[in-house]
């Protein structure tokens, strides 16, 4: 019964390149949420998915950022032209349904060189 | 807009006594819900323990329970018997009310805290 998996565990990117990052929901979930660590600061909302739509992306940057949630496969959260302050780690979460006390994945700690 | 304060970034307990890590919030919603978490040094974010506005009792989870002051806004976390195993960072989280997806049912978005680092002395 496999949690929350989240790849790569950690990446390393040039500036001005693409990141992306996977996040494959518990068996049975089709609710996916993202959220983003500074360093030093705790965990900020980015972004709310159901299978194949985007629900809630209010606390994602305007630029540079998207989200999706295919039908088939993981969600995958992509940062174009990446810059220092984006490193970060980047959390994902999944339950069942809109459900508050959904599970984690262990994060993706992303860095900027 | 609503708001989330832990005021200890960190915080020393000996092992076996207890510690309380303090979290107070700001919201103006009737419904909303407070979590705990756990994230140890290895990074993965663990529950520890949810409180509903409405909850009437203070939720306990084995060795974790929230002291709900409902009248000040404040949901510390206490933990009992102190283990090595509990240092970490921990967050205290609110679930912003009413926020509902297309078919009408409320999600669960958080607004963290900045976290407090626990750290446990044998």
């Known amino acids: 019964n496999a949690g929350v998996m989240q790849n790569p565990r950690h990446l390393v990117r040039r500036r001005g390149q693409e990141a992306r990052l996977r996040c494959s929901p518990m068996?049975?979930?089709?609710?996916v949420y993202w959220y983003r660590q500074l360093p030093e600061e705790g965990l900020k909302f980015m972004v709310y998915l159901q299978k194949e739509n985007i629900i809630d992306e209010s606390g994602m940057p305007k630029e540079r950022f998207s989200a999706e949630f295919p039908k088939e496969g993981p969600s995958i959260l992509r940062i174009q032209q990446v810059v220092r302050g984006d490193s970060a780690a980047y959390f994902c979460?999944?339950?069942?349904?809109?459900?508050?006390?959904?599970?984690f994945g262990s994060g993706t700690r992303l860095t900027v060189v | 807009a609503q708001k989330i304060t832990q005021t200890q970034p960190g915080m020393f307990v000996q092992e076996k006594e207890a510690v309380t890590l303090d979290c107070t919030y700001d919201?103006?919603?009737?419904?909303?819900?407070l979590f705990w978490y756990k994230q140890p040094s290895s990074g993965e974010m663990i529950f520890l323990i949810y409180q509903g506005s409405y909850d009437q009792q203070n939720a306990t989870e084995g060795r974790y329970s929230l002291n709900f002051q409902k009248a000040r806004k404040s949901a510390n976390l206490v933990i009992s018997a102190s283990q090595l195993g509990d240092s970490a960072m921990y967050f205290c989280?609110?679930?912003?009310?009413?926020?509902?997806?297309?078919?009408?049912?409320?999600?669960?978005?958080?607004?963290f805290g900045q976290g407090t680092i626990l750290t446990v002395h044998p």
């Open positions: 068996k049975g979930h089709s609710h």
């Open positions: 989280a609110m679930r912003e009310a009413a926020a509902l997806n297309a078919g009408g049912t409320s999600y669960g978005k958080l607004t």
């Open positions: 919201t103006s919603d009737p419904s909303y819900g």
């Open positions: 979460a999944s339950s069942p349904g809109a459900d508050f006390r959904y599970t």
